[in-house]
């Protein structure tokens, strides 16, 4: 059985506040609300070209071509920056002083009776989507 309860299909959980998504059992902060649309929007678009950067440099590495290393870094670079600017990395975006809890476990944090709380859908016993059965 799984450490961690799982959501069979659908979104992940969002915390009461906004503030953050549960995955596995981990906090992971949520990109800014108040972001303007077109900003969110051309964020988003960065943080995929970066994404995919980051995939063909680490082929370029597997591949032994030069400077794959150095593009890699530049890709992550973009990729960082791209989330600070969502506002999922960096300076928490919420003013009233409350601790950023991102990449803790939900269950050791101020949202541990609310995480305690929440129904998970068991996973089907032969379903490979849902994360049960028996790898074949």
Known sequence: ??????????PAP??????????????WRRANPDLAEERREALVHALMAARRAVRDAKAAQRRGEAQASAKLAAA?????????????????WWRDGAPDENR?????????????????????????VSGGGRRR
Request: charged content about 30%.
């Open 104 to 128: 803790r476990l939900a269950r050791s944090t101020g949202y541990a009776a609310w995480y305690a709380g929440l129904k998970f859908e068991a996973a089907e016993p032969d379903d490979p």
């Open 1 to 10: 059985m799984d450490e961690f309860p799982r959501r069979a299909g659908g």
């Open 76 to 92: 992550r670079s973009a990729v960082d920056a791209a989330k600070v600017g969502l506002g999922e990395r960096g300076p928490v």
């Open 14 to 27: 969002v915390t009461p506040d906004g503030r953050y998504i549960v995955v596995r059992g981990r906090l």
